[in-house]
């Protein structure tokens, strides 16, 4: 299956957003659209609002405060704070100066804000409250080139000397249109740091280059660019994903952003927003289709209509993806069918979507399904820090179960062993003060070693098969993925989250967490004394129909990477916790840590 889009080489791409920085697209859609709503947030019952106007005007404001604290080009400013319009308004500032703004997890202890405020050199840092504060006062006696703090929200307790964010906007703006062009193609953009879960934290290095080389090439992947969508921004910024697909993106395709401050809120935010462009990590994606199949398995008629106009919706969308007419017989059972899905995504806020995208891990193939057979084209992206974002995407011709096609500009191919390798303009600059493992990665013909495993088809569509240091290498020297068995597992209702151990074992076993929205009710149907997660993890009713589950996935694969034994969990996995990361990947060092009496024990049945 072809895109049937003409593919643009590096140099192409490169040519044409020759001269550009992040900060002259920002000014150029500021001067465009100073009266478009640029930024919303939550304002008790109703909306704040931002225009293009107001967002230029404001960072320009704090743009003159962070020159007059002695900000300059090339420096480096932290910002610690969640999902609001402030942080548009801050990173912007910033690179009004040509100095690169640096975003830290919310959820980094006082000891790793000092790692990386020290590691890059930082010399303000701006945080949203007193409780990120707290974290920078502690370490900031190991902080010499730190300058000043700001606080966003104070409550009263910022010692004297921490600035204040609305004062800092009481200056005068720096004029938009010199202040744009302060910035070289080659000066940072900004530096995304890995989890370091192999080590210290490895800080990629973007540059204004990357980034709308970047931004160029996403927009290529669209039949037409979809300038004005609306979107809800909620992931920490300190993704590459959130940061390029609302922040970046967003400033060159004009897009309306809603900030939402906690991911677990986002659901709520969709009915009012309305999104026309939704990105999202698979666990969130997944909770959303657990909802439906659990509010739809109290009904018996809903869930009647819904299984009835599913498969009919997977047809259809295969017919889609190729682009091609429905056959008279499946037109009309869609003429049926297509209501259910209309009335399913209206209920969620997703009815009008242009392009949903699931990236950052593997999404089941079974959610994926569930939502183009509602009739809403979602898609999954593939990339990584070191590159920008996105590696590969095709948002409307899609193969299920791959991670689309490379995107324009970006060469993709597999080395002998099946890893992933990446050339093109997306390609980061390096790891901040780190030679030896910029090395690692980058060869010396520019290409990204990706530590992925994929497999490339007749078409140029890429499948991952797991991460090169997360195949599991069992006793018997057999390597088996575990995300492919944990997508097997979370492609039931009954289970939410999974973690497959192995590596050095014998066989094959899983920690599995019930889901929070279809255990209570699947408990009620079925007549059970409690729907509390913790009791159900041990009820015998709950613990055979999970072994049936089981045993489905397992015909999937074959003998050796079957799971021999599993321990059911009666808590969920949040995100940012011992077990998930802030964009709820499984941490698995964290998991084998703090479930080890769990795992002993299924390999001492």
Same mark, same amino acid.
């Given at each position: 299956?072809?895109?049937?889009?003409?593919?643009?080489?590096?140099?192409?791409?490169?040519?044409?957003?020759?001269?550009?920085?992040?900060?002259?697209?920002?000014?150029?859609?500021?001067?465009?659209?100073?009266?478009?709503?640029?930024?919303?947030?939550?304002?008790?019952?109703?909306?704040?609002?931002?225009?293009?106007?107001?967002?230029?005007?404001?960072?320009?404001?704090?743009?003159?405060?962070?020159?007059?604290?002695?900000?300059?080009?090339?420096?480096?400013?932290?910002?610690?704070?969640?999902?609001?319009?402030?942080?548009?308004?801050?990173?912007?500032?910033?690179?009004?100066?040509?100095?690169?703004?640096?975003?830290?997890?919310?959820?980094?202890?006082?000891?790793?804000?000092?790692?990386?405020?020290?590691?890059?050199?930082?010399?303000?840092?701006?945080?949203?409250?007193?409780?990120?504060?707290?974290?920078?006062?502690?370490?900031?006696?190991?902080?010499?080139?730190?300058?000043?703090?700001?606080?966003?929200?104070?409550?009263?307790?910022?010692?004297?000397?921490?600035?204040?964010?609305?004062?800092?906007?009481?200056?005068?703006?720096?004029?938009?249109?010199?202040?744009?062009?302060?910035?070289?193609?080659?000066?940072?953009?900004?530096?995304?740091?890995?989890?370091?879960?192999?080590? /210290?934290?490895?800080?990629? %290095? &973007? +540059?204004? $280059?990357?980034? =709308?080389?970047?931004?160029? #090439?996403?927009? !290529?992947?669209? @039949?037409?660019?979809?300038?004005?969508?609306?979107?809800?921004?909620?992931?920490?910024?300190?993704?590459?994903?959130?940061?390029?697909?609302?922040?970046?993106?967003?400033?060159?395709?004009?897009?309306?952003?809603?900030?939402?401050?906690?991911?677990?809120?986002?659901?709520?935010?969709?009915?009012?927003?309305?999104?026309?462009?939704?990105?999202?990590?698979?666990?969130?994606?997944?909770?959303?289709?657990?909802?439906?199949?659990?509010?739809?398995?109290?009904? /018996?008629?809903?869930?009647? %209509? &819904? +299984?009835? $106009?599913?498969? =009919?919706?997977?047809?259809? #969308?295969?017919? !889609?993806?190729? @682009?091609?007419?429905?056959?008279?017989?499946?037109?009309?059972?869609?003429?049926?069918?297509?209501?259910?899905?209309?009335?399913?995504?209206?209920?969620?806020?997703?009815?009008?979507?242009?392009?949903?995208?699931?990236?950052?891990?593997?999404?089941?193939?079974?959610?994926?399904?569930?939502?183009?057979?509602?009739?809403?084209?979602?898609?999954?992206?593939?990339?990584?820090?070191?590159?920008?974002?996105?590696?590969?995407?095709?948002?409307?011709?899609?193969?299920?179960?791959?991670?689309?096609?490379?995107?324009?500009?970006?060469? =993709?191919?597999?080395?002998?062993?099946?890893?992933?390798?990446?050339?093109?303009?997306?390609?980061?600059?390096?790891?901040?003060?780190?030679?030896?493992?910029?090395?690692?990665?980058?060869?010396?013909?520019?290409?990204?070693?990706?530590?992925?495993?994929?497999?490339?088809?007749?078409?140029?569509?890429?499948?991952?098969?797991?991460?090169?240091?997360?195949?599991?290498?069992?006793?018997?020297?057999?390597?088996?993925?575990?995300?492919?068995?944990?997508?097997?597992?979370?492609?039931?209702?009954?289970?939410?989250?999974?973690?497959?151990?192995?590596?050095?074992?014998?066989?094959?076993?899983?920690? =599995?967490?019930?889901?929070?929205?279809?255990?209570?009710?699947?408990?009620?149907?079925?007549?059970?004394?409690?729907?509390?997660?913790?009791?159900?993890?041990?009820?015998?009713?709950?613990?055979?129909?999970?072994?049936?589950?089981?045993?489905?996935?397992?015909?999937?694969?074959?003998?050796?990477?079957?799971?021999?034994?599993?321990?059911?969990?009666?808590?969920?996995?949040?995100?940012?916790?011992?077990?998930?990361?802030?964009?709820?990947?499984?941490?698995?060092?964290?998991?084998?840590?703090?479930?080890?009496?769990?795992?002993?024990?299924?390999?001492?049945?």
């Amino acid at each position: 299956m072809s895109t049937g889009k003409a593919w643009t080489t590096s140099n192409e791409l490169t040519a044409v957003v020759a001269g550009h920085t992040v900060a002259t697209r920002f000014r150029d859609t500021a001067r465009a659209h100073p009266d478009r709503v640029a930024l919303r947030c939550k304002s008790g019952d109703g909306w704040a609002e931002w225009t293009w106007a107001d967002y230029a005007d404001q960072a320009c404001r704090l743009a003159t405060a962070l020159s007059g604290l002695g900000v300059v080009q090339g420096e480096r400013v932290v910002l610690m704070m969640r999902n609001r319009p402030e942080f548009h308004i801050a990173d912007i500032a910033v690179m009004l100066l040509g100095a690169t703004p640096v975003s830290i997890y919310n959820s980094s202890a006082p000891e790793q804000v000092e790692y990386l405020a020290r590691h890059c050199g930082a010399v303000v840092a701006i945080v949203e409250d007193i409780d990120y504060l707290e974290r920078v006062l502690k370490v900031r006696g190991q902080l010499p080139a730190l300058q000043a703090i700001a606080i966003i929200d104070d409550d009263g307790r910022a010692p004297g000397d921490v600035l204040h964010w609305a004062d800092l906007l009481k200056n005068d703006p720096i004029d938009l249109d010199t202040a744009a062009g302060t910035a070289n193609a080659d000066d940072l953009a900004t530096i995304i740091y890995t989890s370091g879960t192999t080590g /210290p934290p490895k800080g990629v %290095m &973007l +540059d204004h $280059a990357n980034i =709308v080389w970047t931004v160029e #090439s996403l927009l !290529r992947c669209w @039949d037409e660019v979809p300038y004005f969508s609306r979107m809800v921004s909620y992931l920490p910024m300190a993704h590459i994903a959130e940061r390029m697909t609302s922040h970046y993106q967003g400033i060159v395709g004009v897009f309306e952003v809603t900030t939402c401050p906690e991911p677990s809120r986002v659901a709520s935010y969709l009915p009012d927003v309305r999104p026309e462009i939704m990105f999202a990590v698979p666990r969130v994606w997944e909770k959303i289709h657990a909802g439906v199949l659990a509010l739809a398995g109290a009904d /018996p008629n809903q869930q009647a %209509m &819904l +299984d009835a $106009a599913l498969p =009919v919706g997977e047809r259809v #969308s295969e017919y !889609r993806a190729r @682009d091609e007419a429905l056959p008279p017989d499946l037109a009309a059972a869609w003429e049926t069918a297509k209501p259910v899905g209309d009335f399913v995504l209206n209920l969620l806020g997703l009815d009008q979507i242009k392009s949903a995208i699931s990236g950052a891990a593997p999404l089941p193939v079974e959610v994926l399904k569930f939502f183009r057979a509602l009739g809403m084209e979602m898609s999954e992206i593939y990339g990584l820090s070191e590159t920008s974002g996105p590696t590969t995407w095709e948002p409307f011709r899609v193969k299920v179960g791959s991670v689309g096609p490379r995107i324009s500009g970006c060469e =993709v191919v597999l080395a002998a062993d099946g890893e992933v390798l990446s050339r093109g303009g997306n390609i980061f600059r390096g790891y901040l003060n780190d030679p030896e493992r910029t090395a690692e990665a980058l060869d010396d013909d520019g290409w990204l070693h990706s530590g992925d495993i994929g497999v490339l088809d007749d078409d140029g569509y890429l499948k991952i098969v797991d991460r090169k240091k997360e195949l599991i290498i069992t006793a018997g020297g057999k390597n088996i993925s575990p995300a492919n068995l944990e997508a097997a597992l979370k492609s039931f209702p009954l289970i939410g989250q999974a973690a497959v151990i192995g590596d050095g074992r014998p066989c094959i076993t899983a920690l =599995v967490v019930l889901d929070p929205e279809v255990a209570p009710a699947w408990a009620a149907k079925a007549g059970l004394a409690s729907t509390a997660l913790a009791d159900l993890a041990r009820d015998p009713v709950v613990l055979e129909e999970v072994a049936r589950n089981v045993a489905d996935a397992n015909k999937r694969f074959s003998n050796v990477e079957q799971i021999k034994q599993f321990t059911v969990l009666g808590e969920e996995w949040l995100s940012d916790s011992e077990e998930m990361t802030p964009t709820m990947k499984l941490k698995r060092r964290g998991i084998n840590s703090k479930f080890a009496d769990e795992i002993e024990a299924m390999y001492s049945r």
